[in-house]
């Protein structure tokens, strides 16, 4: 710019010189006569002069405004949003040059905290669509504006209602209250709740909040939704397994210490009384130990303290030696129990040993547990998974299991006959070991069952779960 200034003023400086020159020869040679109809001549020169000088002056004028216009351009672009454009013909030395410059880094700031904003907004969307809580933001007019996955599946909506005034969307009437007290008395709300879904009832806690702007007034309200369903089922498990744990802790401690006190009070001078309450003190102290014990491996399972040891297994091998800790049970009860496989293979899996003949014992003894005198037993083994596997069946003629009930039977404590199992002495956590410990073998469990007319567990095991 400063180059065209000067090329300007130097070429009107010329001309105007020129022009004078010319002014000058011509009235000194008109007034002297030396040249005719000089009045003409002079006419002329002052009409190319003015010509040539208006045709200068708009030739730099043009190239002058160029960047201006440039600029200007720019300015409109970035106006709408255009942040990627650039001014680059303007040259160091000229005076609008550092506009341009300026311009060019507004619009570089521009795109980068455009940028920034486009990113920081995306984080923000999916953070809100997939954050664990339910959200939902209602503006000052009554509108829904923002809501997650979250929230619609909790209400059960089939579209998210944006633009829909709240009272007319399908809210518990419960929450519609709750929105309307915010918006009115303009203060935070928690409440818990309960919200139908299909068959199941959800637990949720809620918090509605108004959200003001900088001078107090009220913009909207913004509802958070917290699913605590699971929360409260293990709020109720370990409630009830304080209670079941209480239960079976104070039966036998009360007969120890019932017969224990009558021994005392003379009965243990009659011999006959002596030994029959000594053998019940025995049989519940054995119960008492029982139960402590399936506690503390429980609690090892579930809390992951112990380690497999990996080693190949013959499952008829651990079936044998399940069916000689069980043999006098059985003939107890006069139960059959029969083996219906090829007692001449080897069913061999990799599997820890103890913790697999713990599963088949704990089946087995629930079987003959549930199963009435002259019950039958079958124990199975069948490929499974083209091979890759073994499933091992153990089937009763017992009692059977209630439909209802088979979605429970392996919680802990869990009793299908609560009167028959404690008078046999069972700790009701036999089946939850069992599943945990399948678990941990990377099995299956599953069992099938018709109310009177037995029941059948079965349990799917790799021949090499660590490659499976």
């Known amino acids: ?36 109809d000089g009045g003409n001549y002079l006419l002329i020169g002052f009409s190319t002069a003015f010509v040539i000088l208006s045709f200068l002056v708009y030739h ?12 200007s351009s720019l300015i409109k672009d970035l106006s709408e949003g255009h942040y990627w454009r650039r001014v680059h013909s303007v040259e160091a030395d000229s005076l609008l040059y550092g506009l341009t410059s300026f311009t060019n880094n507004l619009a570089q700031h521009l795109q980068r905290t455009t940028e920034r904003q486009f990113i920081n907004e995306n984080r923000f969307r999916a953070l809100i669509r997939y954050m664990g809580s339910g959200l939902l933001f209602i503006n000052q007019k009554g509108k829904i504006e923002i809501t997650n996955e979250k929230v619609i599946d909790l209400l059960q909506w089939e579209e998210n209602y944006h633009d829909v005034l709240y009272y007319e969307a399908p809210f518990p009437k419960q929450i519609i209250n709750l929105i309307q007290e915010t918006l009115m008395e303009d203060k935070e709300i928690k409440q818990h709740i309960t919200l139908e879904s ?6 949720v806690d809620l918090s509605i909040a108004p959200v003001n702007d900088v001078e107090g007034k009220i913009k909207g309200v913004i509802i958070l939704f917290h699913d605590i369903t699971n929360l409260k089922k293990l709020e109720k498990i370990r409630a009830d397994f304080v209670a079941n744990v209480s239960h079976e802790l104070k039966t036998p401690l009360t007969s120890i210490k019932g017969f224990s006190e009558t021994l005392l009070e003379g009965a243990m001078y009659s011999e006959e009384h002596l030994k029959k309450f000594l053998e019940i003190i025995r049989l519940e102290s054995d119960r008492l130990h029982r139960l402590i014990q399936d506690l503390l491996h429980l609690s090892h399972i579930e809390q992951r303290k112990f380690q497999l040891k990996w080693e190949d297994v013959d499952i008829h091998n651990v079936i044998q030696n399940v069916l000689l800790l069980v043999d006098k049970k059985a003939d107890e009860k006069h139960i059959l129990i029969e083996a219906d496989y090829d007692l001449s293979q080897a069913y061999i899996i990799k599997a820890d040993s103890d913790r697999f003949q713990q599963m088949i014992l704990n089946l087995v003894s629930n079987a003959i547990q549930y199963t009435p005198e002259q019950g039958k037993i079958t124990i199975s083994i069948q490929p499974w998974k083209n091979g890759k596997g073994y499933k091992v069946s153990v089937e009763d003629t017992g009692i059977g299991i209630k439909t209802s009930e088979l979605p429970r039977i392996f919680e802990r404590f869990y009793r299908i006959d609560k009167a028959r199992s404690r008078s046999s002495g069972g700790t009701g956590l036999g089946l939850a070991i069992v599943k945990h410990l399948i678990e941990a073998h990377h099995g299956e469990i599953k069992v099938s069952s018709k109310e009177g007319q037995g029941s059948k567990f079965n349990l799917f095991l790799h021949i090499d779960p660590q490659t499976d």
């Open 1 to 36: 710019m400063n180059k065209l200034f000067s090329r300007l003023t130097i070429s009107i400086i010329v001309i105007i010189g020129l022009t004078l020159f010319f002014l000058g020869y011509f009235i000194w040679a008109t007034v002297l006569h030396i040249v005719p």
């Open 60 to 71: 730099f004028v043009r190239r002058a405004l160029k960047p201006i216009n440039e600029v």
């Open 198 to 203: 299909d068959l199941n009832l959800i637990e």
